[in-house]
Structure formats: C-alpha cells, structure tokens
C-alpha cells in the first residue's frame, strides 16, 4: 500500500473527479430521461390512463332476476328459490393449495370429480385474483365449519346464489320439467338476440324441460342493473347506482298435488302414466308418469353416476309416459268408435249381431278372435261396450270403412297434440289410408279396418291423449283444449277457444246412450270394470283396454303366465265422473298391468273419489 | 464546473448550529446532511410503504426496523477505516466464491430459481445481496495496488474479478443482479481511469453479445418478460397485468394525484407488487408527478452528495469503491422506475429504501456506511 506514495495524488484525484463529473452528467440526463417518461404518461396519456383506471375501478353488473315461482291449484308450491352456497378459492391467495385442498377435503369432503373439475377451471384463462368454485350447496354444518377454520385458508371463501328447488321431488319432476346451467348451445342461440342477450346478461339458469321451459320468458323476469366499484378480484366494495331487477312472474297451475302425490303412490309398483283434466276448463289435474326422478339433480349439474344410473336404469325414469309413451288404444277407443258408427248411422244402439267368438271378412280366410273364445252370442252396441266385445267392433268398423272412422276419431283429437302448453307431447298416430301410403307404400286393407275397430294395429295413442278425448266425450263434444296454467302472476288467463272444433253429432242422445254403457262398465255385474262397485262413491262411466304387447300369432294360445313380465298386456282405463255431471277425466296406463279391471282402473277410481270428495283441500 | 457552487453549498454549513451538529458527526465519521437526506428518503418510503401496503401497520413497523438495523450497520460500517476494508477484500471475495457456489449445490429458492442459502444458526440470506457490495470492495481493492490510468492486462484481470461472480449468479438464474453487480465492478474500472477507447469497444462488444443472450444465456420467463416489456397487450392478463397495470396507475395519477392512500389502482389492489417493486406506481398514481419529482429529487440530491463524499476521499481505494457504490445506488433507482413505467423490461429490483424489504434496506444502508467511511476517515 505503501506505493500510493509515490503516486501523483492531485491527478488522480483530477482524474477521479473529471469521470464523476461526467457521471454525474449522464445521472441527471438519465433522471431527466425519467421525468420526461412520468410527465408523458401522467400529463400527455392522463386521460387514457384516467379512464383506464376508471374502467378497472367501476363495473356495471347486471343483476340476475328472481325466478317467478309456481303453485298448483290449491297454493302449494312447486317450485322455489332457494339460497345455496358455494365454496370458492382465490388461488394468487392459497398459499399451498395441495394442503389447502386436502385439509378442506378433511373438514367436509371434496370428491375427485370436485378435484378435476377445478383443475381443469383453473387451467381456464382467468382475471387474476379472480374466486373459482370448488364445490356447490354446501351444508348449513359445512358452511359453519369452512367459516371456523376460515383463518388457516386464505382465499378461501362461500358465496351465496339463489338455485332452483323442487320442493315436491319426483312427483312432479317430468310435468314441471327443470332448469340447469345455460350450456353453450342455449348461450349461442340467447346471444344471437340482442334482446334476450341483455335479458339473460346475469342469468345462469334456464328452463330446460316441462313447463319451466314452456314458460322460461314468463317465469324469467327482467335483470336489473348496478355499477359497482370492485377491487382487482372483483369484489364489491360500493355500489354507486342501483335499478333492482323485476322478478318473474309466479304461474299457478291447475295442478292439483293431491291428486299428483295418489297417483305417485298408487302407480308406486308400476311403470305407467296418470293423466286427469277437468272437464269443464280443460285443465290438467294431473300428469303423472311412473317412475320418476329427483329434478333437483338436474339443477346445478348432475353427477356422471347419477345421470348414469337414471339413463341405464331399464325402467326409463326419464321417460315421460304420459305425453310420450305411445300405446296401442286398445278396447279404450270402443267408445269413441261406437259414438261414431251409431252417429254415422252405420248400426244403431237397437241391433244385434250374434257373437260366435270369430270375426271373418268376406273372401279372406283370416280369423279375427274375440277376447273370449266361445264368443258372446247376441249383442247389441251397449253390451259390445259393457263387455268389451270385440267382433261387435269388427264388424262396425269394417261397416263404417276407414274413410268415415278416420275423420271422426281425428276430431277426437287422436293424431294431433292438443294441449296448449304440452310441450314435446308425442302427438300420437290415426292411421288412415294416405298414413299407410306413406309409411309403408301400401294400400289400406279392409284388415287394417279391422284392427282399428279394437285399437289396434297402427294407432297410438299418449296417455294425455286418451284424457283430452275422454275429457271431450265427457263435455258432450264440447272442446275445451287441456291446458297446465290457470293463472299468471295471479291473474287468471282466459279459457281461449282452441282451434279445435266441437263435435256435433246428428243425434244428441247418442252422448247419453254411450254415457250409460260406459256406466255399466262398472255398474253392470258382466262389466269389465265391475270391480269398482266395491268402492264406488260417485257414479264413474269407463272403459278398460288391454293392450297386446307381442303380437299373438292364430291359434297360439296366449299363456301369461308364460310370457315374462314385461312381455304381459299393458292395462288401460279411461273414464270420467261423475256421470250426470262430468267434472273429471282420467286415463289410466300401466305397462305389463295385464288387467285393465284389476289394476288401472282402481287407479283411476281413488284419484276420481278424492278429487270429488274434496276439491276444496285435504 | 458548472455546478461547483451548488457543491460548495452542499459541502459546506451555512449555519453555526449545523456546523457544530456537523462537527459532532464528523467524530463519528458519518455526514450530517448525508444522514438527513436517507432520514428524509426512510420517512418518506415508510409513508409510501404504509399506502402501498394497504395501510398494513405490521408491515410498516417491521420496515422501520429493517431500517433501524440498517442505520446501525451504516453507522458500524462508517466507523471501521478503509484499511480494513481494503484488508478484508480478498477474503470476503473468496467467501463470497464459496457462498455462491453453495447456493447454486444446495440453494433454496421458488420459481425454478435458487438465490437462498438456509445456514444453520443463521437467517436465510441471499449470497447474491452480499456480492453486491464485496465485489466492488473487491474490484477497488486491486485496481487501488495498480498504477492509474490502468493497464490493460490489469483491467483484464480485474474484469475476471467481475466475470467469476456474475456468471455464478446468471446461474441461480438471476439476470438482473448479475446485471448489476457486473455494473458495479465495471463502474470500478471506469473510475480508475479506464480508456474512452477501451469503454467505446466495450460497449461495442456488449452490443454485439446482447444477441447472442436471448439465445444462449436467457431462460425462457426471462424471454417473456422481455416480450412482454415490447409489447404488453399482447398478455394483457397474464403477463402484461402488471405493466399495463402500473403504467394505468402512473398515468391516472396525473399532476396532482388522487391523494394519499386515494389511489384506485392501489388501494383496490388492480396494482400488484404494490408495496415491492412497483411502489413508485403507488406514489405517482397518489402524489402526482409533483410527487415522483420530489422523490427524484431527493434521489438526485443523495447521489450527489454521495458523489461529492466519494471525491473527498483521501485515498484511491476509497474514492474507487465510494464512487461505484453511489453511481450503483442510482442505477437501481433508474432500473427500478424505469421498469414499473414501462421504459425497461421487468427485472426483479427493488426502488431503494422505499421498496419493502429487510435484507435490500440493510444491504443499501451498510453502502451509504462504506462511503462515508471512505470519505470521512482521516489518513493516519
């Protein structure tokens, strides 16, 4: 160190000060160099910058509207609100998210499909500090146990949404349908009008089946909006300005839960469909098919197993039998085919034909059978009704031709979907001479005539159907079209004539004739539905139908007891009560019910019995 | 020189009782108006830190004690001679060897980058915080026992000094210290006297190698920051968020500000690291531009006087190392708010003594120490 010494001190120092100097130089041009870039973004782009951040600070938000509710006829209600929580992560505020996740996992459960599904949302491009859901409707006693240890979770939180309940389950899962998330499909098709782009802005829900659907613009309501100033995460801090979404509107059907819960029950066993209209509005009473689900799986996702288990379960739960399920008529359309051969003046309630158990056209050699083998002997058209005798209705049917049946069971409503405001209703098929051109490129035959006088062959019927043209026979022809709302927001909607015209028949009295013999269904002690009798409050006029499900070939002897159960005859009833005065109608179906007297029919008669013996409630 | 009136005001009192506080801190061997200007730059980032950090008492008093233990260390560092800074050079640069290769074999770290170095019995510390200051101390140790102007066969040997320590930290990785150390060596040589025509193929050569970087040295995080800095919008929420973010909050604030603690972009946390590395944003968006010149000001008046010390040291060891501390106490200024308003790509640095941090604020404090020691420190 000594050798500093000899050094020439003063020109080191001159040195050292003429590069600090020049340091010194480029220090305060760099600086300026600073100044000029803070004054250029905080003078020149001020005002881009200002409305940038103002833009980042306040957020109009549209406010989802609150789902209208629905009531049946008697002010249960069908279908609610219901607050559900969600618990949420900010992931930039997880410290560790695998402990996170599994100590939550420990305090109240995450499944695996939780786990994936929110890997797979945090893969998602997001704001960030932007909250993910990790799990949906938490328990009251989960929600308290997240907000106990909220401490040891940062980021973590639960958030509250209004969610769709169906208070009543399965008993009304395949009428009033349900809503889900809006998928993508649903999005594009909202986004593609302005209108309802705007309307559904903050909406997550949409009516996806059943009257939830048919009625998603009444029941959606109009969004509100706010401005909000939020922090980075989206979080409201204030809200500025406010205009309050309006609510849907409530819709009461004519549903009635009483009569929805018997048929629930007494269809318990079985797979089949209920469906009752009264007569006097056409409303629908009750809509019924068996088995059902719980609709509210369906709102905010169902699981793969449970959508699985539903879809695989052989009974088809999903399936709504009443609207869709197609039946052959059977014996049920003897009355709508006797009204119209007698009025057609083809027979008439007076003749006779002698029944010999065997039905034979002219020069064809097939036999058509009677459900009883040695026949009836002498029958005229009421007892043909009473005992369900089928060469009666061969014989009429093959008289009147397809050309006059068709057109007269057609108003009817038989091939048509009649209802208002069943959506998706199957709409049947009435086979006529151009149907069968179509379909099967061939001729009618005088065969087909044949079939169709027992109901059977081609015609399919729903069970909502065989109701409307029950409801109608039992009016007197009079059409007042089946409907599910009675009333919007409390206001009653008028009875609007259908479109539908009313039948006129050239004798009246043919109504009450056949309104006897249907009563003698019951009451008569050869009737086929004389089992009622035990039971019998109000005066009931039906008919049972049995419905082949395999085609029994001539000659085979059909042994039921052979035949798997879910070969057996399906089992039909219809009928309306009481008969002086018809308020109700009623169409019963049960799969594989084998006999229509034994089992629809009593079906029919407790639903019939309660509806009338207190309309007014429980 | 043109602003050698302005030195003499700063150098000398201009009134009796600051003559007499300046004597009493002359025995002390600190500057008096050297440890006005930190006091006043410590009190003003605390305020800023307390509206960056979202009015977190917490953080502000555990900053105030870092900047406690940081005037103590500047004091302790102030009262040892160069001597014996000089003595220790060479050995603190061997440790300081050693340190960096432990942190590259058993470093801790996050992100794929290891800059920690967990010693048992002692805080985890980056090895790198320490080069910043013994590698200066290093460099001006030799180039002091070598004839000035230098030689060039001793500045290639000093740039091996330099070398060694900067290639150990590109490989934690951490571009942007080893950036800045390699400035701090070089700020060395050009103080001893290096040739302009020497500086001129220097940068020449740099130029030349920046290249070559992007291909051969830089990973790919720092590819993308670099990407991000040209063009922001390209990301605008992942990458670019913090840019487009800071700059919204600089330029919202306008001349005047929003107020204090009023800032939108801060205060609602759209403004990430806002108690780190983009706290200038805080200041700009809540004070204004009249604010962030204030700031610069007294950032400008510190280097100054730290510039004006370093040239008072009476020997070549102290004005050298005196010199690169102060110059590279500017640059992290310059890099840091040049950074967060969107003039320089995004490098993890600190704004000086604002910037919430324990280990920069002790690490800068112990620097203004090592300075003052060099220019107050009498020959014996």
């Known amino acids: ?618 | 020189m043109s602003n050698s009136d302005f030195t003499r005001t700063l150098g000398s009192g201009i009134h009796p009782g600051f003559d007499r506080g300046k004597a009493l801190f002359t025995r002390i061997h600190l500057d008096l108006l050297l440890v006005i200007l930190l006091l006043v730059l410590c009190l003003a980032g605390l305020l800023i830190l307390y509206t960056g950090s979202g009015r977190d008492t917490h953080m502000l008093v555990r900053q105030a004690v870092h900047m406690g233990i940081g005037l103590l260390g500047m004091g302790l560092a102030a009262q040892l001679p160069p001597r014996f800074y000089q003595m220790i050079a060479p050995w603190a640069y061997l440790l300081a060897l050693v340190a960096l290769i432990s942190v590259l074999i058993a470093g801790v770290g996050a992100k794929g980058a290891q800059r920690w170095l967990a010693l048992p019995g002692l805080p985890r510390f980056q090895p790198s915080e320490l080069v910043k200051l013994i590698l200066p101390l290093t460099v001006a140790w030799y180039m002091a026992r070598r004839p000035v102007p230098p030689h060039i066969t001793d500045l290639l040997k000093a740039s091996g000094l330099i070398v060694i320590p900067t290639i150990l930290i590109l490989k934690q990785p951490d571009l942007g210290t080893s950036l800045l150390i390699s400035a701090s060596g070089l700020l060395v040589l050009f103080f001893a006297g290096m040739a302009w025509k020497l500086i001129g193929s220097l940068i020449a050569i740099v130029s030349a190698c920046a290249p070559l970087m992007w291909f051969f040295v830089m990973h790919d995080y720092q590819k993308q920051r670099v990407l991000t800095f040209l063009n922001p919008e390209s990301d605008p929420l992942g990458s670019g968020w913090n840019i487009i973010q800071s700059k919204t909050a600089i330029g919202s604030g306008g001349i005047e500000g929003k107020g204090f603690m009023q800032g939108t972009q801060s205060q609602l946390e759209f403004l990430p690291e806002s108690h780190t590395d983009f706290i200038i944003a805080v200041l700009a968006e809540e004070l204004g531009l009249i604010g962030v010149l204030l700031l610069l000001v007294l950032y400008f008046l510190i280097i100054f006087r730290c510039l004006v010390l370093s040239s008072r040291s009476e020997t070549l060891f102290g004005r050298l190392l005196a010199g690169s501390l102060s110059v590279t106490f500017f640059i992290y200024v310059f890099v840091n708010i040049g950074m967060v308003s969107g003039i320089l790509p995004v490098v993890g640095v600190p704004l000086p003594l604002v910037s919430y941090g324990g280990t920069s604020v002790v690490s800068l404090m112990t620097a203004f120490g090592l300075i003052m020691s060099m220019a107050i420190h009498q020959k014996r």
């Open chain 1, 1 to 618: 160190m000594w050798e500093h010494s000899f050094r020439d001190k003063s020109a080191e120092v001159k040195l050292f000060r003429s590069r600090a100097a020049i340091l010194g130089l480029i220090i305060f041009a760099l600086l300026g160099v600073l100044v000029w870039r803070m004054a250029y973004l905080q003078i020149t782009l001020y005002e881009k910058y200002q409305n940038l951040s103002e833009n980042n600070r306040i957020k109009i938000q549209p406010l989802p509207p609150k789902r209208g509710l629905i009531y049946d006829r008697n002010g249960e209600l069908l279908a609610e609100n219901v607050p559900s929580y969600s618990l949420t992560l900010v992931p930039e505020r997880v410290r560790n998210m695998e402990d996170t996740l599994n100590f939550i996992d420990d305090m109240i459960g995450i499944s695996e499909r939780d786990r994936e599904q929110l890997e797979r949302r945090l893969e998602l491009r997001r704001r960030p500090y932007e909250p993910v859901v990790l799990r949906h409707q938490l328990t009251e006693v989960e929600i308290a146990k997240v907000m106990v240890n909220r401490v040891y979770l940062p980021g973590v939180d639960v958030e509250a949404q209004l969610v769709r309940h169906y208070p009543q389950g399965e008993t009304f899962a395949h009428v009033l349908g349900y809503v889900g998330r809006i998928n993508q499909r649903e999005q594009n098709h909202l986004d593609t009008d302005i209108d309802t782009k705007r309307r559904y802005s903050a909406t997550q829900y949409i009516g996806k089946q059943g009257i939830e659907k048919r009625y998603e613009s009444d029941l959606h309501g109009e969004p509100g909006y706010q401005k909000v100033e939020t922090n980075a995460r989206g979080r409201i801090l204030r809200v500025l300005e406010q205009s309050d979404p309006t609510p849907g509107q409530d819709l009461t059907l004519h549903l009635d839960s009483r009569l929805q819960r018997l048929a629930q029950q007494q269809l318990a066993n079985h797979r089949g469909a209920l469906v009752a209209i009264e007569v006097k509005t056409g409303g629908i009473l009750s809509l019924y098919s068996n088995p059902g689900f719980d609709p509210n799986l369906f709102v905010t996702g169902i699981s793969h197993t449970d959508y699985n288990a539903l879809r695989d379960n052989p009974d088809l739960p999903l399936f709504d039998r009443a609207i869709r399920g197609r039946y052959p008529p059977a014996s049920t359309l003897k009355p709508f085919i006797g009204i119209g051969v007698t009025d057609l003046g083809v027979t008439s309630w007076s003749r006779t034909i002698f029944d010999t158990g065997s039905f034979m056209l002219e020069n064809s050699s097939r036999v058509y059978r009677d459900w009883k083998r040695q026949g009836h002997g002498e029958v005229n058209l009421e007892r043909a009704i009473v005992e369900s005798c089928d060469v009666y209705f061969y014989d009429a049917a093959v008289r009147a031709g397809i050309d006059k049946l068709d057109p007269f069971l057609a108003q009817f409503g038989f091939g048509q979907n009649l209802a208002i405001d069943v959506d998706n209703a199957f709409s049947g098929l009435l086979p006529g001479r151009e149907w069968k051109r179509k379909h099967y490129k061939a001729s009618w035959y005088a065969g087909d005539t044949v079939n169709l006088g027992i109901g059977q062959g081609y015609m399919q019927v729903t069970p909502l159907q065989l109701a409307t043209a029950t409801a109608l026979m039992a009016n007197r022809g009079k059409w007042v079209a089946p409907r599910l709302l009675s009333a919007h927001s409390g206001q009653h909607e008028a009875i609007d004539e259908s479109e539908a015209q009313d039948i006129k028949l050239n004798n009246e009295d043919n109504w009450d004739h056949m309104f006897e013999a249907m009563r003698k269904v019951i009451s008569s002690p050869h009737g086929t539905a004389r089992v009622l009798q035990k039971h019998l409050e109000f005066s009931i006029a039906g008919k049972t139908g049995t419905a082949q499900v395999v085609g029994i070939k001539q000659d085979e002897e059909y042994d039921s007891d052979a035949l798997r159960e879910r070969l057996r005859d399906h089992a039909l009833f219809i009928a309306f009560a009481p008969v002086e005065d018809p308020q109700i109608a009623i169409a019963v179906v049960v799969e594989n019910g084998e006999s229509a007297g034994r089992t629809a029919a009593p079906i029919a008669q407790s639903v019939i019995n309660l509806y009338l013996s207190g309309s007014t409630g429980e």
